[in-house]
């Protein structure tokens, strides 16, 4: 399994928290729902982090069973939508960039 993020890194404008978070629920999840081959969408936004750390107010998680899978979603008319869409939310309701990171999980049960 890997997992692409979405790292949003800086802040959101001032009293539009609630705002930003709506946006990203009803627009922008419907559509990364979408992306063909995910098994896994995770949205994470940040409440809380160390001193001196930056800021992270969304992380985006989406899970794909291979490499393959993730080429054909972000080769999916929903990933195109998708970037609209952030880029109408961003500039609304962000100051900062994403940047994205693709992981390999190693699961450990317990």
Do not use: N
């Not at 609630?18 to 081959?37: D, H, I, M, T």
């Not at 995910?38 to 794909?64: C, N, Q």
């Amino acid at each position: 399994m890997i997992t692409r993020y979405a790292m949003f890194e800086g802040s959101v404008k001032p009293g539009k928290t609630e705002a930003f978070r709506a946006a990203v629920e009803e627009r922008l999840v419907p559509l990364w729902k979408q992306f063909a081959g995910a098994r896994e969408v995770r949205v994470m936004f940040g409440e809380e982090r160390d001193e001196g750390a930056p800021e992270f107010p969304l992380i985006l998680a989406i899970s794909y069973p291979d490499r393959a899978a993730m080429e054909l979603a972000l080769a999916s008319p929903a990933r195109a939508k998708s970037r609209e869409v952030t880029g109408e939310i961003v500039a609304e309701l962000f100051d900062g960039r994403i940047h994205h990171h693709v992981t390999l999980a190693h699961d450990f049960p317990l």
